[in-house]
């Protein structure tokens, strides 16, 4: 499968993320606080605007705008989920 991907510098992208095997991971407050430390920790090397997230037990919404001239999302999103 070839995807068709975006890469605007400074754009502003949406992002559906779902965990493996559709896991309830973030059905109580202490992963969520864990998601947030991964977000805050990424955005200190590599920033970036949170415009808005929704976070399920099983899946998550962002949209975020990159810095004018970095298009590079595919590298936060990586950081995040390790």
Sequence with gaps: M???RAF???GSYFFTVVTEN???VFNNAAMVEVLRDAFRNVRKSRPFEIDAMVVMPDHLHCLWTL???DSDYATR???IKT
Excluded: A, H
Aim: proline share 27%; charged share 20%; with cysteine.
């Design 2 to 4: 070839q995807y068709r």
């Design 77 to 79: 999103w990586c950081m």
């Design 67 to 69: 810095p004018p001239g």
């Design 22 to 24: 559709r896991r309830p």
């Design 8 to 10: 605007i510098p400074g």
